[in-house]
């Protein structure tokens, strides 16, 4: 069973490692400076009790499995300010030996639970990863047509859900 629960520090050296084994593949692939795999815990450290973020545990029969990250505030590339029930879809990952078994699906349905009346939900992902692009669309997701490179030979995709 899937469970979800607000990110504790316990929680960050195995979501330290879940996270850089997870988006590995990812950095081999693209090599963006900017890929999770290359940040230590401290990356999840400053942001659980930073206002601007919301960090959260997945769990699979109590176990962790991944994480998910929601900015709450601020900016991302494609939206210059969140507030009013908009929120960005940061981060979610999961553990390699439990990908492709829908835990990420359900887990990013399950988070938008912790959204306080979400209207507007946005993710942005690389355009050319065609997993995550149905794992969101699943999650209810459209694609926006906005595009952006944000590293050459990395465009990012941006998609919306309206609540």
Known sequence: MISLRLTAPEDVDILTDIQQKAFQPLYEKYHDKGNPCLRDKRDILCRLDNPNFMYLTILLD?????????????STPFIKNLRWGKYYLGRVYISPEYQNHGIATEAILQSEKFLKKPRKLYVDFPEDLE??????????????????????????ACFEKKC
Request: a positive charge; proline letters at 3%.
């Open 62 to 74: 109590e176990k962790i499995v991944g994480g998910i990250l929601y900015r709450i505030k601020g």
């Open 131 to 156: 997993k995550n692009r149905k794992c969101y669309t699943k999650c209810g997701y459209k694609d926006t047509g906005k595009r952006l490179e944000a590293e050459p030979g990395l465009v990012l």
